[in-house]
């Protein structure tokens, strides 16, 4: 089954071309079955190439998913076209009122930011507070990862000197892990980060488990018991081009950018990238889709089967 997205969304396209099952509204219209309800929450600069991205992950699945992209606010966007926002995104304060199968909360450029200092902080902790309650399974990515740790459980980042940036291998914990099923023994996972949090302090949670990790990369994966919050460390969404893209901005900035980890072949940034992750980036996005969201929600969704999850870890 498909994905729904809106008929006139530039991913329908793009994916069409691919030969990814997706799906306009109006087709959609007739099909007679509950589809799953899924938010993106997008909080990245470029938002079509983020849709992209997601979408792609989210297609590889029997679930016919209903897609509805969501903004913090109406604040103009430097690299989003307003059109685009206006005809296919809704606002946070717009939608508060229903409840949803799924949720993604996608990262954002604010790395070196003060959780605080963020423009829309108070705004993102309504959204995760009203997220616990209205929503079956979320998963926060990267950075909206970090933030969430914080405002649940108190678990601070640390910024490393140098940002994180490759390719890196990792390891799934428990080979009866429903969201880590069918993954190998070693998989690769695209980073650009440089905030970490320890992994004594996940560990320091009860509710929390971790899942996957990397000897350089750190915690990549770490879900609540319950599965209602999934934290997600790492980018499997990412094209193959995206480092090599990021790498060349980073290089008007500061010509003395290193070239990312493991990433072009035989480590030249001459050569073509090796895209390496995206297996692995499909079958958590499935994963996710089906043992966390499709397997526990109820037929009809209402307010009532959602309970409050997290305990804040008292100080």
């Known amino acids: 089954m498909p994905i729904k ?25 007739n099909q007679e079955i509950r589809p799953m309800q899924v938010a993106i929450l997008n909080l990245m600069p470029n938002k079509i190439e983020t849709e992209v991205q997601i979408l792609r992950m989210l297609s590889n699945t029997p679930l016919q998913i209903n ?3 969501v903004r913090i606010h109406k604040n103009v966007s430097k690299n989003t076209p307003k059109e685009h926002l206006e005809n296919f995104y809704c606002l946070f304060d717009d939608i ?9 909360i996608t990262g954002a450029p604010l790395a070196l930011l003060d ?20 929503v079956t399974s979320t998963m926060f990515s990267c950075w909206a990862a970090h933030a969430a740790l914080y405002h649940y459980y108190g678990l601070n980042r640390h910024l490393r000197d140098k940002k994180l940036f ?11 892990e429903e969201l880590t099923r069918g993954f190998d023994e070693h998989f690769n996972v695209p980073h650009s980060r440089y905030g970490y949090i320890n992994k004594s302090d996940y560990e320091s949670i009860e509710d929390i488990s971790i899942l996957a990790q990397s000897p350089d990369a750190g915690v990549y994966l770490a879900a609540s018991k319950n599965k209602r919050q999934v934290y997600l460390i ?12 990021e ?17 072009y072949k035989d480590n030249d940034m001459h050569n073509d990238p090796v895209g390496s992750w995206r297996s692995h980036g499909s ?3 499935t994963n996710w889709l089906n043992y966390y969201v499709y397997q526990m929600t109820p037929y009809q969704l209402d307010a009532d089967h959602m309970t409050s999850t997290v305990k804040k870890k008292v100080n």
């Open 5 to 29: 997205i809106p008929g006139q969304l530039p991913a329908l396209s793009i994916l069409d071309n691919e030969n990814i099952f997706v799906m306009s509204e109006d087709r959609a219209a």
């Open 67 to 69: 897609i509805e992209f």
């Open 96 to 104: 508060k009122h229903k409840q949803y199968d799924g949720l993604i």
């Open 115 to 134: 959780y605080k200092d963020v423009s829309y902080w108070d705004k993102i902790c309504e959204v995760f507070d009203w997220a616990d309650k209205n």
């Open 166 to 176: 490759g390719v890196y291998t990792h390891v799934p914990l428990d080979s009866k």
């Open 234 to 245: 790492g980018h499997p969404e990412y094209d193959a081009s995206t480092l090599h893209e």
């Open 247 to 263: 790498f060349l901005r980073d290089c008007k900035k500061d010509s003395s950018t290193t070239i990312p980890e493991n990433y």
């Open 283 to 285: 079958l958590l996005y």
